[in-house]
């Protein structure tokens, strides 16, 4: 079954500091894998895509990097905010979905404190 | 533009009442889609459009109605609402042999009791 599990659930840090989310899959073969950012009370925002090709992305202080070897993919925050709070999602499209069959994890929710 | 907009931003609704959510977006987008998200899960489908008159089931479509008579609009029909359908709705879209970027919009939050 294709899934896509996310860690940690939940993660504190302190302002300015970096911090790093995990998002492993089992789908397989796939066309793309996205991270998008929720503030609570709003729709996901895209962050990233990265094609089944591609090792890294950066979106200013956040950097993605996919091993599709492993099936894993983490985000990279770097120098926190107090408006990073928000839960990050991971997504992956499999090849033969289209643009229909998005299978999204749980999310990470992240907590930025002064 | 406005990107995706949502109505309404909250309802409360009866049990076996119905209602519409709305849902239009002014970027000419081929692809929309209706996902529902639940506390502690991912979204889940409900219902997605390739087009004007084109629309297909999702991973949960049970007690609902999508149509999509304009590019620009794809409401979502809830028929005899259960505590079940509890949940936050979004709305999103999406321009196929793009950048794959989908455009979600500020959703609806849903009470059934």
């Known amino acids: 079954k294709n899934q896509v599990e996310q860690s940690p659930q939940s993660l504190i840090i302190l302002e300015g500091k970096n911090c790093t989310l995990q998002?492993?899959?089992?789908?397989?073969?796939?066309?793309?894998l996205r991270w998008y950012k929720q503030d609570t009370g709003r729709g996901p925002v895209s962050l990233t895509i990265m094609t089944f090709s591609e090792n890294t992305k950066s979106n200013g202080r956040y950097t993605a990097t996919l091993d599709a070897d492993t099936k894993q993919s983490s985000l990279h925050i770097t120098a926190s905010q107090l408006s990073d709070s928000a839960s990050y999602i991971c997504v992956v499209s499999p090849f033969s979905g289209g643009y229909n069959k998005l299978i999204f994890g749980a999310g990470t929710r992240l907590a930025v404190h002064p | 533009n406005a990107g995706v907009t949502q109505t309404p931003k909250f309802r409360i609704l009866k049990i076996g009442q119905s209602m519409t959510l709305q849902c239009t977006q002014d970027m000419n987008h081929n692809y929309m889609y209706w996902y529902r998200q639940d506390p502690g899960m991912g979204l889940k489908l409900i219902y997605y459009s390739v087009g004007a008159g084109i629309t297909d089931k999702g991973e949960v479509p049970n007690g609902y109605n999508v149509s999509r008579s304009t590019t620009e609009d794809f409401p979502l029909r809830l028929e005899l609402a259960a505590p079940s359908q509890t949940s936050v709705y979004f709305c999103a879209s999406l321009l196929s042999g793009g950048t794959y970027e989908q455009y979600f919009g500020p959703g609806t939050r849903l009470t059934v009791t």
């Open positions: 998002c492993n899959y089992t789908v397989s073969p796939f066309s793309n």
